[in-house]
């Protein structure tokens, strides 16, 4: 490679990470998933209006049917 290539696909290879969170929450706290999101200045993000699923051990189960109600939203971020 020619230096001034070498030089910007080394610079390319350094110091270049790309972070992502997952949040898994209750419907109920949208607004306040949003709020931090927006003081931490988190523009950018995926929504999943409807996620349902359980907890590893204790927690409850989120199915929106007549036995278990709730339902949970996930944002990637």
Known sequence: MRGSLKKIASHA???????????SFNQAYYDTIISILDRNNL??????DVVQGRGS??????????AWPTLNSAILT
């Open 13 to 23: 290879t350094k110091n270049i990470y790309m972070k992502a969170v997952f949040i």
């Open 57 to 66: 051990q204790t927690g409850e189960p989120h199915y929106g049917n007549h």
């Open 43 to 48: 523009r950018g993000f995926t929504y999943w």
